[in-house]
């Protein structure tokens, strides 16, 4: 699957990268919060992540996605890595497009 996170932009403008840093690291959290045992993601891109999920049929990959949904929807405080600096509450940007393919082996016809 790949996550593509929408408009961390419009953080990283005004409030300066930290705070957008810190969204990134709640969206991992949450992401593995989603995993099953051997899951797997990467952080390919700016704001993509792909994700392995493992021997995983359709209704598996569903359950993720909504696992990873409901992770989403609670908020969060981004704040930049200095005491002194403002806490923002956030609702994490939820992936607009989640991509599902199916990556297994196939038998040669011979």
Known sequence: MLCDLNNLKAVNGPFRHAFGDDILRQFGFRLRLSFRQGDTAARIA???????LIQAEGHESA?????LRAQLESPTWA???TSESPRLLVTPPTP????IADARPTRRRV
């Open 96 to 99: 607009r497009t989640i991509s």
């Open 63 to 67: 359950g993720f996605i909504e696992r």
């Open 79 to 81: 704040s930049s890595s």
């Open 46 to 52: 700016a704001t993509e992540f792909a994700v392995i």
